[in-house]
């Protein structure tokens, strides 16, 4: 008896969690529409690459929260546990193939500014509010990501989760550029800080890329590493 109320509660638990992965890829995608069309737009007002690669980064943010969802909403809608783990493979791999995207994204265009192409960005008010806006939601909504995809042993969940932490870094780079380029006309320190995000963002597309699934559905008891900040 005991054994069929765990169970229960195991079963009960696991849907808690997947409703709350999906209430959070529902949150990215809305969030991350917003924060791309204003930051390339900002960005285009301004003549910043650095905002126009921030509203880039946002628009790759929504792509994977999207791959995201389509895997958890798979097995809330109750798939076989073989459609869901190729499911869970496959988005893993669109996820990591994402965050090496965003990381040659910054390589090449942080690079090319530090080389000098490029005009000087003018000031940005809008800019400016988006990414101090940023900064406070998108480390909540990253931390929350990582506890659900330890929750369901989620390694594309997990890598979606660092997408989102690594926004809230760009956003960092990118505020605290165009503040120096404002206050002090000191160029390179955007890309400077976006520069030292790559290894970082690198190593967790790699993980995702060549993990795809950590086969479980689980958590850590059946081999899959929890997440921690």
Known sequence: MSGAIQILKEGASRSSALRRGLLLAFLTVGGNLLEGFGGVFAGLLAGSVALVGFGIDSFIETASAVVVGWRLLSEERGYSAEAVEQIERTAGKVTGALLLLLALYILIDAGARLFGFGAEAKESKLGLALTALSLIVMPILGRAKLRTSTALGSRALRSDAYETIF???????????????????????????????????????????????????????????????
């Open 167 to 229: 926004c809230a870094w760009l956003s960092l780079a990118t505020l605290v550029g165009l503040a120096l380029n404002v206050l002090f006309r000191w160029w390179w320190g955007d890309p400077v800080a976006a520069l030292v995000l790559v290894p970082l963002i690198a190593r967790e597309g790699l993980e995702g890329w060549r993990g795809g699934s950590c086969g479980c559905s689980g958590g850590e008891e059946n081999g899959c590493e929890g997440a921690s900040m």
